[in-house]
């Protein structure tokens, strides 16, 4: 046998043991658990800064307060799991299965949701700002009190969501379908609301100033006292200073 084919018969045999024993490797920085199964484990606190998380099974487990900052989640399952109090600046979910997930008192900027399903996910009292979501689903979900703002919502689907109190200021929601979500109290200042599905939507309260509703589809919207000082209405009308609830 030659030194070549030594070698080549050793990596057949020791390669998947090594990808293997990762898994069992303890909670730490930069930690590799790429497609490993960790559901309803407890890894509250541990710091997984850097870590890779890519395909992991994580549903139902306990993060809370976790340090998560550039880790990568992307595809991984994380249903009904617990992020309250997380840490998790630039973190990367792209793809990943959120439903139901806990998202309480957590930090999530500039961290990447694209195409991931976040049904009915709690994310209240977070700070997600500069986030993008493209193309991400958040039908009925709680995004209340929530800051938004910088972040991108193109074409994403937010049916039925809460986001009383949310900050959507200079966020992009091109295209996306808002229909009837709960919008009330909740600042739009200088977002990107154009081409978006509206109807049904209630803005009681909001403040949509300088936003951009162009080519918006707002039959049934509840625009009761919304501040709407120089938005650009549906038909690219700007409205006058002093538009309270109708663009004057």
């Avoid at 992020?83 to 806990?102: C, P, T």
């Avoid at 999530?108 to 709690?122: E, N, T, V």
């Amino acid at each position: 046998m030659n030194k070549l084919s030594f070698i080549a018969i050793s990596l057949f045999f020791v390669t998947p043991t090594m990808v293997n024993a990762a898994c069992t490797d303890t909670p730490a920085p930069q930690v590799n658990w790429d497609g490993c199964d960790k559901a309803k484990q407890d890894f509250q606190r541990q710091d997984l800064t850097e870590a890779v998380l890519k395909s992991i099974n994580l549903s139902g487990a306990n993060l809370k307060k976790a340090r998560l900052t550039n880790a990568d989640l992307g595809s991984a399952n994380l249903n009904n799991a617990i992020l309250d109090g997380v840490k998790a600046k630039k973190a990367r979910f792209v793809s990943a299965s959120m439903k139901n997930i806990s998202i309480i008192g957590a930090r999530l900027a500039s961290s990447k949701f694209d195409r991931a399903d976040m049904r009915q996910a709690q994310i209240i009292k977070s700070n997600l700002s500069k986030s993008s979501f493209y193309n991400t689903n958040l039908n009925e979900a709680n995004l209340s009190q929530s800051d938004f703002s910088f972040s991108n919502f193109e074409q994403a689907k937010m049916i039925e969501i809460n986001a009383e109190g949310a900050k959507f200021h200079h966020a992009v929601l091109s295209f996306s379908v808002l229909e009837d979500a709960n919008f009330q109290n909740a600042n739009f200042t200088r977002a990107k609301l154009d081409n978006t599905e509206l109807s049904g939507a209630d803005f009681s309260n909001a403040n949509l100033q300088g936003a951009d509703l162009h080519g918006a589809d707002i039959g049934d919207a509840i625009f009761t006292n919304a501040i709407l000082d120089n938005a650009i209405w549906v038909n690219r009308k700007r409205c006058r200073t002093g538009s309270i609830g109708v663009c004057k």
